[in-house]
T-cell receptor, first 110, second 117 residues
Framework: RKEVEQDPGPFNVPEGATVAFNCTYS??????FFWYRQDCRKEPKLLMS???SGNEDGRFTAQLNRASQYISLLIRDSKLSDSATYLC???????????FGKGTTLSVSS | DGGITQSPKYLFRKEGQNVTLSCEQN?????MYWYRQDPGQGLRLIYY???????QKGDIAEGYSVSREKKESFPLTVTSAQKNPTAFYLC????????????????FGDGTRLSIL
Protein backbone atom coordinates (compact mmCIF):
# COMPACT_ATOMS: atom_id res chain seq x y z
CA ARG A 1 0.00 0.00 0.00
CA LYS A 2 1.32 3.43 -0.89
CA GLU A 3 2.11 5.74 2.01
CA VAL A 4 -0.26 8.41 0.79
CA GLU A 5 -3.10 7.98 -1.65
CA GLN A 6 -5.30 10.65 -3.11
CA ASP A 7 -8.00 10.57 -5.76
CA PRO A 8 -6.32 12.48 -8.60
CA GLY A 9 -9.62 13.84 -9.90
CA PRO A 10 -10.14 16.21 -11.55
CA PHE A 11 -13.05 17.39 -9.50
CA ASN A 12 -15.01 19.79 -11.71
CA VAL A 13 -17.45 21.91 -9.69
CA PRO A 14 -19.38 25.14 -10.24
CA GLU A 15 -18.72 28.26 -8.21
CA GLY A 16 -20.41 28.17 -4.84
CA ALA A 17 -20.34 24.40 -4.58
CA THR A 18 -19.06 22.46 -1.59
CA VAL A 19 -16.46 19.86 -2.43
CA ALA A 20 -14.59 17.34 -0.33
CA PHE A 21 -11.75 15.01 -1.06
CA ASN A 22 -9.97 12.43 1.00
CA CYS A 23 -6.43 11.34 1.53
CA THR A 24 -5.61 7.93 2.96
CA TYR A 25 -2.33 7.18 4.67
CA SER A 26 -0.70 3.91 5.59
CA UNK A 27 1.45 4.79 8.60
CA UNK A 28 -0.70 4.74 11.72
CA UNK A 29 2.00 6.67 13.59
CA UNK A 30 1.34 9.82 11.59
CA UNK A 31 1.24 12.68 14.03
CA UNK A 32 0.61 15.75 11.95
CA PHE A 33 -0.91 16.48 8.62
CA PHE A 34 -0.61 19.30 6.19
CA TRP A 35 -2.63 20.27 3.20
CA TYR A 36 -0.70 22.12 0.52
CA ARG A 37 -2.08 23.88 -2.50
CA GLN A 38 -0.16 23.86 -5.77
CA ASP A 39 -1.12 26.03 -8.69
CA CYS A 40 -0.13 24.96 -12.18
CA ARG A 41 3.64 25.22 -12.67
CA LYS A 42 4.12 26.80 -9.26
CA GLU A 43 5.53 25.68 -5.94
CA PRO A 44 3.33 24.10 -3.25
CA LYS A 45 2.08 26.48 -0.57
CA LEU A 46 0.90 25.49 2.86
CA LEU A 47 -2.87 25.67 3.14
CA MET A 48 -3.60 24.12 6.53
CA SER A 49 -1.90 22.30 9.37
CA UNK A 50 -3.74 19.61 11.30
CA UNK A 51 -2.31 18.56 14.64
CA UNK A 52 -5.34 16.96 16.33
CA SER A 53 -8.71 15.85 15.02
CA GLY A 54 -9.16 18.69 12.61
CA ASN A 55 -8.81 22.33 11.74
CA GLU A 56 -10.99 25.02 10.20
CA ASP A 57 -9.88 28.15 8.42
CA GLY A 58 -12.61 30.15 6.78
CA ARG A 59 -14.12 28.10 3.97
CA PHE A 60 -11.66 25.26 4.46
CA THR A 61 -12.09 22.44 6.96
CA ALA A 62 -9.73 19.54 7.46
CA GLN A 63 -10.85 16.50 9.42
CA LEU A 64 -8.79 13.58 10.57
CA ASN A 65 -10.11 10.07 11.04
CA ARG A 66 -7.34 8.14 12.75
CA ALA A 67 -9.33 4.92 13.04
CA SER A 68 -9.77 4.72 9.27
CA GLN A 69 -6.51 6.48 8.50
CA TYR A 70 -7.73 9.22 6.27
CA ILE A 71 -7.83 12.96 6.31
CA SER A 72 -10.35 14.99 4.39
CA LEU A 73 -10.43 18.53 3.07
CA LEU A 74 -13.76 20.27 2.69
CA ILE A 75 -14.08 23.47 0.70
CA ARG A 76 -17.29 25.43 1.03
CA ASP A 77 -18.57 28.09 -1.34
CA SER A 78 -15.94 27.30 -3.97
CA LYS A 79 -14.30 30.20 -5.77
CA LEU A 80 -12.67 30.24 -9.18
CA SER A 81 -9.40 30.96 -7.40
CA ASP A 82 -9.66 27.64 -5.54
CA SER A 83 -8.77 25.84 -8.77
CA ALA A 84 -5.50 24.07 -8.00
CA THR A 85 -4.04 20.75 -7.00
CA TYR A 86 -4.32 19.92 -3.32
CA LEU A 87 -1.54 17.84 -1.81
CA CYS A 88 -1.98 15.79 1.34
CA UNK A 89 1.07 15.36 3.56
CA UNK A 90 1.22 13.16 6.64
CA UNK A 91 4.26 13.55 8.84
CA UNK A 92 4.94 10.66 11.14
CA UNK A 93 8.47 11.17 12.31
CA UNK A 94 10.29 14.24 13.48
CA UNK A 95 13.47 15.00 11.66
CA UNK A 96 12.48 13.50 8.35
CA UNK A 97 11.18 14.95 5.16
CA UNK A 98 7.54 15.14 4.27
CA UNK A 99 5.99 12.57 1.98
CA PHE A 100 3.62 14.10 -0.50
CA GLY A 101 0.63 12.54 -2.14
CA LYS A 102 0.23 13.11 -5.87
CA GLY A 103 -2.59 15.48 -5.19
CA THR A 104 -6.21 16.02 -6.12
CA THR A 105 -6.96 18.49 -8.87
CA LEU A 106 -9.91 20.83 -8.39
CA SER A 107 -11.37 22.91 -11.19
CA VAL A 108 -13.99 25.50 -10.28
CA SER A 109 -15.96 26.98 -13.14
CA SER A 110 -18.35 29.91 -13.41
CA ASP B 1 11.36 39.63 3.53
CA GLY B 2 12.41 36.17 4.57
CA GLY B 3 12.11 33.38 2.10
CA ILE B 4 13.67 30.72 -0.06
CA THR B 5 15.36 31.70 -3.29
CA GLN B 6 16.02 29.22 -6.06
CA SER B 7 18.05 30.06 -9.12
CA PRO B 8 17.97 29.96 -11.99
CA LYS B 9 14.27 29.76 -12.77
CA TYR B 10 14.95 27.95 -16.06
CA LEU B 11 18.04 25.92 -16.87
CA PHE B 12 19.08 24.09 -19.98
CA ARG B 13 21.68 21.37 -19.95
CA LYS B 14 23.50 19.53 -22.66
CA GLU B 15 23.86 15.80 -22.50
CA GLY B 16 26.82 14.77 -20.34
CA GLN B 17 27.03 18.03 -18.39
CA ASN B 18 26.77 18.52 -14.67
CA VAL B 19 24.68 21.46 -13.52
CA THR B 20 24.16 22.97 -10.09
CA LEU B 21 20.87 24.39 -8.86
CA SER B 22 21.07 27.02 -6.18
CA CYS B 23 18.87 27.20 -3.07
CA GLU B 24 19.30 29.89 -0.43
CA GLN B 25 17.10 30.65 2.57
CA ASN B 26 17.16 33.47 5.09
CA UNK B 27 14.53 32.00 7.38
CA UNK B 28 17.11 30.62 9.80
CA UNK B 29 15.71 27.15 9.16
CA UNK B 30 17.80 24.15 10.16
CA UNK B 31 16.37 21.70 7.65
CA MET B 32 16.45 21.89 3.87
CA TYR B 33 15.14 19.56 1.18
CA TRP B 34 15.24 18.92 -2.54
CA TYR B 35 12.32 17.46 -4.45
CA ARG B 36 11.74 16.60 -8.04
CA GLN B 37 8.35 16.84 -9.72
CA ASP B 38 7.54 15.41 -13.13
CA PRO B 39 4.44 16.44 -15.11
CA GLY B 40 1.30 15.09 -13.51
CA GLN B 41 3.28 13.49 -10.72
CA GLY B 42 3.80 14.11 -7.06
CA LEU B 43 6.92 15.37 -5.36
CA ARG B 44 9.72 12.90 -4.91
CA LEU B 45 12.44 13.46 -2.36
CA ILE B 46 16.01 13.62 -3.65
CA TYR B 47 18.05 14.67 -0.62
CA TYR B 48 17.48 16.36 2.68
CA UNK B 49 19.61 17.93 5.37
CA UNK B 50 18.61 18.42 8.98
CA UNK B 51 21.75 20.27 9.98
CA UNK B 52 24.87 21.85 8.51
CA UNK B 53 27.46 19.39 7.21
CA UNK B 54 24.99 16.53 7.25
CA UNK B 55 22.55 15.26 4.64
CA GLN B 56 20.59 12.13 3.84
CA LYS B 57 19.50 10.45 0.63
CA GLY B 58 15.88 10.52 -0.27
CA ASP B 59 13.98 8.14 -2.53
CA ILE B 60 15.67 9.11 -5.80
CA ALA B 61 19.20 10.27 -4.93
CA GLU B 62 20.97 8.44 -7.75
CA GLY B 63 22.55 10.87 -10.20
CA TYR B 64 22.37 13.78 -7.79
CA SER B 65 24.70 15.25 -5.17
CA VAL B 66 24.36 17.95 -2.54
CA SER B 67 26.39 19.84 0.01
CA ARG B 68 25.44 21.72 3.16
CA GLU B 69 28.40 23.84 4.14
CA LYS B 70 26.29 26.73 5.34
CA LYS B 71 22.95 26.83 7.08
CA GLU B 72 21.55 29.15 4.44
CA SER B 73 22.56 27.18 1.38
CA PHE B 74 21.78 23.72 -0.01
CA PRO B 75 22.89 23.44 -3.65
CA LEU B 76 21.90 20.46 -5.75
CA THR B 77 24.13 19.13 -8.52
CA VAL B 78 22.50 17.14 -11.28
CA THR B 79 25.24 14.95 -12.66
CA SER B 80 25.58 13.34 -16.05
CA ALA B 81 24.69 10.06 -14.37
CA GLN B 82 21.09 11.24 -14.02
CA LYS B 83 19.54 9.85 -17.20
CA ASN B 84 16.25 11.72 -17.12
CA PRO B 85 16.97 15.06 -15.52
CA THR B 86 14.20 17.06 -17.20
CA ALA B 87 11.86 18.03 -14.37
CA PHE B 88 10.71 20.76 -12.03
CA TYR B 89 13.07 20.95 -9.02
CA LEU B 90 11.80 22.32 -5.74
CA CYS B 91 13.83 23.30 -2.71
CA UNK B 92 12.18 23.56 0.68
CA UNK B 93 13.14 24.38 4.23
CA UNK B 94 11.64 23.96 7.66
CA UNK B 95 12.45 24.77 11.23
CA UNK B 96 13.10 21.09 11.59
CA UNK B 97 12.28 18.68 14.34
CA UNK B 98 9.64 19.52 16.90
CA UNK B 99 8.72 22.92 18.26
CA UNK B 100 6.21 22.95 21.07
CA UNK B 101 5.37 19.32 20.33
CA UNK B 102 4.24 20.26 16.86
CA UNK B 103 5.98 19.02 13.76
CA UNK B 104 6.76 21.79 11.37
CA UNK B 105 5.67 22.18 7.75
CA UNK B 106 8.01 22.92 4.90
CA UNK B 107 8.15 26.12 2.90
CA PHE B 108 9.11 26.03 -0.75
CA GLY B 109 11.10 28.11 -3.17
CA ASP B 110 9.50 28.83 -6.53
CA GLY B 111 11.43 26.13 -8.31
CA THR B 112 13.87 25.56 -11.16
CA ARG B 113 12.81 23.98 -14.45
CA LEU B 114 15.59 21.92 -15.94
CA SER B 115 15.52 20.83 -19.55
CA ILE B 116 17.93 18.86 -21.70
CA LEU B 117 19.04 20.31 -25.01
Amino acid sequence: RKEVEQDPGPFNVPEGATVAFNCTYSNSASQSFFWYRQDCRKEPKLLMSVYSSGNEDGRFTAQLNRASQYISLLIRDSKLSDSATYLCVPLYQAGTALIFGKGTTLSVSS
Amino acid sequence: DGGITQSPKYLFRKEGQNVTLSCEQNLNHDAMYWYRQDPGQGLRLIYYSQIVNDFQKGDIAEGYSVSREKKESFPLTVTSAQKNPTAFYLCASSIGGVRGFRLQPQHFGDGTRLSIL
